[in-house]
Nanobody, 125 residues
Framework: QVQLVESGGGLVQAGDSLRLSCAAS????????MGWFRQAPGKEREFVGA????????DYADSVKGRFTISRDNAKNTMYLQMNSLKSEDTAVYYC??????????????????WGQGTQVTVSS
């Protein structure tokens, strides 16, 4: 079981950038598929993006494609979410998630079984 801790959230203005981090411990980070999700007030948690253990394989929700970039540093057991051109509708609690997936054959948009506590991102317009 891997433990996940998000950081980097905060209050920014529309158009600004922010980078979130997700630090993992207690597992072989390099063999996990990692994902970012978010939950806005009154809404269900939604998929933001994911990255396979191969850093070249990523997937993004249409709402963030071209603005957000996911990366990972397996040597540091950390995943990142670079968010550019932030909009007020990006306001949410952002969660990182992990799934043991050494063969990269599980779906990346759902099915995660390890979650962090979340970090708040607020974008003022």
């Amino acid at each position: 079981q891997v433990q996940l801790v998000e950081s980097g959230g905060g209050l920014v203005q529309a158009g600004d950038s922010l980078r979130l981090s997700c630090a993992a411990s207690g597992g072989t980070f390099a063999l996990y598929t990692m994902g970012w999700f978010r939950q806005a007030p009154g809404k269900e948690r939604e998929f933001v993006g994911a990255i396979r253990r191969s850093e070249k394989i990523t997937d993004y929700a249409d709402s963030v494609k071209g603005r957000f970039t996911i990366s990972r540093d397996n040597a540091k057991n950390t995943m990142y979410l670079q968010m550019n051109s932030l909009k007020s509708e990006d306001t949410a609690v952002y969660y990182c998630a992990a799934r043991w997936d050494p063969r990269m054959n599980y779906p990346v948009r759902y099915g995660y079984d390890n979650w962090g506590q979340g970090t708040q991102v607020t974008v003022s317009s």
